[in-house]
């Protein structure tokens, strides 16, 4: 699916749709309404039928949610999006509101009017943010109220369809384990817990589970649906029947309508798992006997197999065939007559040149100049900037492939930059290689690490509003939970989890710098000592631009490390691209 470069909403759309709903809210007696970027399923990416909040306020960001009220309707972001969500909404009728610094009770104590009625759908939030949201409002005469319906929706002429996008399976050879030796695994640990079955709703989880791929969501191979795992490891799936097509599944898996599932819910006698973290807080209300608990798929789908790794791999050396022939061809175009959405094509047409290429795994983030300041800038055709010297430009991509899912971001220089912005790439750069060097015991989380990559920037006062690293699944979501690099993340890392290790320094207005790649969790080599420890395999082969380095400001060993990986770049790339491109690779893998 070729990227489009069309803004979903103008700003300009967003007050006659917020007007239609305030209205709406009127006419339902209520005195405001959550309009989340969610779907039924809890997914990060939904489809276009469920962009409620984009339709609504323009805001196009992967996290957010919109409170409207009748004398102001707040938009709450995180620090991805703060710079983003300017340009996007009308300011004259929206506000930002920067979460989770200003947490949406604090707002709503401060804005709604007193004894006011929130609504919210109950399909479209999960149990743990109702709990804490209710807990915010506690002493308050403010109330929440689920409704039956959406009053987005009602609003909305021209909602389109819930997707039908085709299913496929996914071979053992690459998943390692079948669907049944995984749904026998899960149903174990129920039967331990004292569990009948647990109700499933993500959509990675159910694909993971099953070894199939969808196309419901662009940019993501998952597939739509609602499950009831049982604890004799049958399967119900509510999934519509058009999407299967000719595709045969377990005979354990019995299909029925995604109609039924909360019918199903409210049938089932036995303690039945929820997880109230990911699950609809709809699910939760239609099980008599409900028992809270993660999702059994997160951890096992987290912790890849032997043969999702070496499908990872295999993708990686394929898509850095792909970024190396897009990366010697940048140093040779014409910089100036190129924009932002000429890049973004030539690279989506480099990939496709693989002949594997299913999708890209996220719409590309081309970015120069002060663009490249927003974290996950999309470029239109009103914000297409052309490239001019002295900036710095920012490529974020990565492609969707039948064995693996690749993300990767390079900085690259327009002309000849300014020293302070390559001394802030070569602070970057050192907590890219802080982290891929990184070595550590059983039990440390991302939390523990996330410094590693941040302490070059706090040395020179600087930082940057994101995590630096999310999890990635194997042929699925190129953000996959539970695991991360972040301050938040408590998770321990384990052995077979893959993350993505991305610093970055945005200042606004001026430029962007991110350096990214994929890492693997490992065994790290016995050092003699008796103590099990881990490390990171880095799974992303693609040269890391040297002309933006400063040389003095790198220690011996950070030298030592990206000399030796530009040498395997070299060594495994090297084969893959065209004798020219080879050359090239030669002269940007050379060592510092």
Not at 158 to 184: I, T
Not at 240 to 259: F, I, M, S
Request: charged share 20%.
């Amino acid at each position: 699916m070729l990227q489009s470069f069309t803004a979903s909403t103008r700003p300009d759309q967003g007050p006659p749709r917020l007007l239609a709903l305030r209205r709406e809210l009127t006419a339902r007696g209520l005195d405001g309404f959550i309009v989340p970027r969610a779907d039924a399923h809890q997914g990060e990416y939904v489809s276009p039928r469920d962009e409620r909040l984009a339709w609504l306020t323009g805001f196009t960001g992967s996290a957010g949610f919109c409170i409207v009220l009748a004398q102001v309707a707040g938009v709450f972001i995180d620090g991805r999006y703060r710079v983003q969500v300017r340009g996007q909404i009308d300011l004259g009728v929206f506000t930002p509101v920067n979460w989770p610094d200003t947490s949406p009770a604090d707002w709503l104590r401060a804005q709604a009017p007193e004894a006011a009625v929130i609504g919210f759908d109950p399909w479209l939030h999960t149990p743990d943010e109702i709990t804490r949201l209710r807990a915010g409002l506690e002493g308050s005469a403010i109330t929440l109220t689920p409704l039956t319906d959406n009053p987005v929706d009602a609003i909305w002429p021209d909602q389109p369809a819930p997707p039908r996008g085709k299913v496929r399976a996914h071979p053992l050879a690459l998943a390692g384990r079948s669907s049944g030796e995984k749904r026998r695994a899960l149903a174990a640990d129920l039967r331990a817990q004292g569990v009948s079955a647990v109700a499933l709703t993500l959509p990675d989880s159910i694909s993971w589970l099953l070894n199939i791929r969808g196309s419901d969501i662009a940019r993501n191979p998952v597939v739509q649906a609602f499950a009831l795992l049982h604890d004799d490891a049958r399967l119900d799936l509510f999934i519509d029947r058009a999407k299967l097509g000719d595709l045969a599944l377990d005979g354990d898996v019995t299909l029925h309508a995604p109609e039924g599932y909360e019918a199903a819910l409210r049938a089932q006698n036995g303690r039945v798992q929820f997880d109230p973290a990911t699950a609809p807080l709809a699910v939760a209300g239609a099980l008599t006997q409900g028992a809270p608990g993660a999702d059994p798929c997160l951890m096992p789908k987290a912790c890849k197999t032997a043969a999702e790794l070496e499908g990872m791999r295999a993708a990686h050396r394929r898509d850095g065939a792909a970024m190396v022939e897009f990366l010697a061809w940048y140093d040779s175009a014409p910089l100036g007559d190129l924009t932002e959405i000429d890049i973004a094509r030539k690279l989506e047409d480099m990939r496709h040149a693989t002949g594997e290429l299913l999708d890209l795994s996220f719409e590309t983030i081309s970015s120069t100049g002060p663009n490249a300041a927003i974290v996950h800038y999309r470029v239109t055709g009103e914000s297409n900037r052309r490239l001019r010297d002295g900036d710095l430009f920012l490529l974020d991509s990565g492609g969707q492939y039948p064995d693996g899912t690749t993300d990767i971001t390079r900085t690259l220089p327009v002309g000849t930059v300014a020293p302070e912005r390559r001394a802030a790439y070569t602070r970057v750069l050192q907590g890219m290689i802080a982290m891929s060097r990184a070595r550590f015991p059983h039990g440390v989380a991302g939390a523990h690490l996330d410094a590693l990559a941040r302490y070059p920037l706090w040395l020179a006062g600087q930082d940057y509003d994101h995590g630096t690293g999310h999890g990635v699944g194997a042929a699925l979501s190129v953000h996959e939970g539970p695991v991360r690099l972040s301050r938040l993340s408590t998770l321990p890392l384990a052995e077979g989890m893959i993350l993505s290790n991305e610093p970055g320094y945005y200042r606004e207005g001026e430029f962007g710098i991110r350096i990214e790649n994929l890492i693997a969790v490992r065994p790290a080599p016995d050092m003699g000592e008796g103590r099990a420890m881990l490390e990171f395999e880095t799974l992303t082969l693609a040269p890391i631009d040297t002309r933006l380095i400063e040389p003095a400001l790198l220690s011996p060993l950070e030298t030592t490390w990206l000399n030796a990986y530009h040498a395997r770049v070299l060594a495994e790339i090297g084969p893959l691209v065209a004798d020219n491109t080879r050359i090239w690779l030669a002269r940007a893998c050379a060592p510092l």
